[in-house]
């Protein structure tokens, strides 16, 4: 059988990258084989292209050129690991897809749904069957952006580009219902890796 494809999306600081590591330990406690990625990157050329994006060296790239390196970074990552794992029946948890690009630049950039299509291109058919929407509200975001002591490119940007984000996000979760599941971010690391490891259970149980 196919594998599951789990991605996580939400603003910056909302806590995706602690919460999919825990889910990945559950799966592996519980004998799920699991691959656990992240965008932009996962593969070494994908990686080589995410040093590209986030280095705040890089001011002078244009609004286009960023959205077809998330792209170009998407496009191998698909290929090279996120495709194989899923036929090889693994569950697939990765940090951000798709919807990041739709957010930030399609969204927030105000660059549009072209970005939505050249996406279409990158993964060639690839959807998530479930997100995780780590729901952290614009001014909670700001504090932890506030509080960030690295920030990379896209973490500088002001605070009107991640109130977008968080609008973009509001609106693919209804556009998406079927697919989205939206966790409190507010609340504490413990409750909510076990709201997301109920949800998951539950879904899991259900394709059985
Ligand atoms: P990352 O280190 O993954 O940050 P976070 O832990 O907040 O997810 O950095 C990725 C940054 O790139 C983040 O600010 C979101 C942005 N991004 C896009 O703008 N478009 C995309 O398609 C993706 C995948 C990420």
Do not use: W
Not at 40 to 58: F, M, Y
Not at 99 to 106: E, F, K, R
């Amino acid at each position: 059988m196919r594998g599951i494809f789990i991605t996580f999306e939400g603003p910056d600081g909302s806590g995706k990258s602690t919460q999919i590591k825990l889910l990945a330990r559950h799966c592996e406690e519980v004998g799920i084989p699991v691959l656990l990625t992240r965008e932009p990157g996962g593969t070494d050329i994908s990686e080589d292209i995410r040093n590209l994006l986030l280095d705040p060296k890089n001011t002078d790239m244009s609004g286009v050129t960023e959205a077809l390196l998330y792209a170009a970074s998407r496009a191998q990552h698909v290929a090279e690991k996120i495709k194989p794992a899923l036929e090889q029946g693994k569950i697939v948890l990765c940090d951000r897809f798709m919807d990041s690009s739709i957010a930030y630049q399609g969204y927030a950039r105000g660059l549009g749904d072209e970005v939505r299509m050249i996406n279409e291109f990158a993964v060639q058919g690839l959807a998530p069957d479930i997100t995780f929407f780590l729901d952290l509200p614009p001014d909670y975001g700001r504090r932890r952006l506030e509080a960030s002591r690295d920030p990379d490119r896209l973490e500088l940007e002001d605070m009107s580009f991640h109130d977008k984000v968080y609008e973009a996000y509001m609106k693919l979760r209804d556009m998406y219902p079927q697919r989205y599941i939206s966790v409190d971010a507010t609340a504490g690391v413990e409750e909510i890796a076990e709201e997301i490891r109920r949800r998951f259970d539950e879904y899991v149980a259900g394709r059985a």
